[in-house]
């Protein structure tokens, strides 16, 4: 069964870090791999992405306070998230060649 499965997402206060998690089954990552969000009542927004090569992309919205990491080996994708502020709240969602996760719920307190 070819499937995504985030997970790493919770509770925080703001200014605290989180590290989410995607593991792949049934397909390799290849090329890029994505991060995405969506908060209620907005579009789903790109966040971060990695092409296989390592190069690596960002919204303006997170740079410089996440990182966005792979192991092809592990199959497995990563988003640190440090510093975060109550906008970053959403739904994360990691996807890779047309499979998307589930998602994880991502709660930033003032």
């Known amino acids: 069964q070819v499937q995504l499965v985030e997970s790493g997402g919770g509770l925080v206060q703001a200014g605290g870090s989180l590290r989410l998690s995607c593991a792949a089954s049934?397909?390799?990552?290849?090329?890029?791999v994505h991060w995405y969000r969506q908060a209620p009542g907005k579009e789903r927004e790109l966040v971060a992405y990695?092409?296989?090569?390592?190069?690596?992309w960002y919204t303006d919205s997170v740079k410089g306070r996440f990182i966005i990491s792979r192991d092809n080996a592990k199959n497995t994708l990563y988003l640190q998230m440090n510093s975060l502020k109550p906008e970053d709240t959403a739904m994360y969602y990691c996807?890779?060649?047309?499979?998307w996760g589930q998602g994880t719920q991502v709660t930033v307190s003032s």
């Open positions: 049934g397909l390799h990552f290849i090329d890029a």
């Open positions: 996807t890779a060649s047309g499979v």
């Open positions: 990695i092409r296989d090569g390592g190069s690596t």
